[in-house]
DNA sequence: ACAGTATAGCAACATTTGTTGCTTTGTCAA
DNA sequence: TTGACAAAGCAACAAATGTTGCTATACTGT
């Protein structure tokens, strides 16, 4: 059910078997939207019992959760390499790699799906703020406990940079990736516009 | 399919309709959790046929959904009342009926349902989005135009706070209400502690 | 009051879902 | 190598889903 994250040693059988559950998921959402796909269709194609994908995920939406959770993770891991701490310059690297990732994934998104985009997303703010959260451990260690919490710290800015996110790849305006992260650091950072 | 918000003149069998479904799903929800409620069960409470449902509601989400947009929609009216302007006040008091909504909403939600909830809670954001957005659109014709896109700060600022109400909601720490809305109207408007 | 229209009820349908008990097969370590 | 164990295959299940074509009923404006 839940899919150890960390590619531990894993039964032979099992690693087998969600490689050709993913691999028939992702071939078939290439294929019709998300919300046409069913287990049956997955089991079909991969060849695996229909039983045996309920052994593995919850449904089909878990399943999609799991390829976009690692597939972000791994975007990040390009795009920030060893960038590890809390600056202007990193958080305009998250921020891009942010917007980069789910205009990627909207566009390859059926609209039909629409409607179940939340559940596949939101933990994409997870990531974002694990993430921080270590960013800001250190420069607290660095520099003495900040004022206010970090979890709180994380936490908002996690869903802020995330909303980014989600408002770049609905409506990229007309201004290129780098000023609109731009603009989104410094509100984040330096505060409101107008206060 | 789409129930619509405003209260036009409606007709009364569509209403009555509704009225049924609503009330035999509130009914559901207090007695199992959402995941283990099936629109069976909420038409047979309804007395309404099963067919009637799938004529007003895609599924029991959609449902779920508009309760709770209509629900949150009543308490900001309420906190809020006549408060309109973006000022530090009215953040504020935002957040705090964002906080206590999410935080009411949490407790009475069952812990099997924590999967499907961001399909429901996101549409929140949208509203505070909308919210904002009105506010510095206001601000915006009394002290000319900010160099920020409203666009923007009113994405970023509306997912923050509903950020620091999720967070609350899930692990509300020692602090009042108050204090923590002000740590968070401070983190948004006067920037980062750390920068 | 009535005719036209929109909505609800009903019954039936093919499918999908999620689960179970049992068997078979693959893996790992003693 | 073999024996214990874990995972996959299989078949069958009751139940829920989403949709359809049709009938009956309630509403609306003229």
Redesign the interface.
Known sequence: MLVTSFEEKLDPRVKRTRKLLTDAFEELVQEKSLHAITVQDIAERATVNRATFYAHF?DKYALMDHLVASSYRETVKNKLADACG?SHENLALLIEATCEFLSRYTSSCHPSDE??R??I??QI?AQIKGLLSRW?EE?TNE?GP????I???S??????I???G??WAQ?S?GSTLED?SA??V??????????
């Open positions: 919850d809390f409607k179940y939340p559940l997303e939101t703010q800001l420069h520099n900040s004022n206010i919490d979890e709180i710290t936490t908002v800015y996690s869903w802020a995330f909303g980014a989600m408002q409506h305006n609109y603009d989104v410094s509100l984040i950072l330096d505060g409101a516009p107008v206060p």
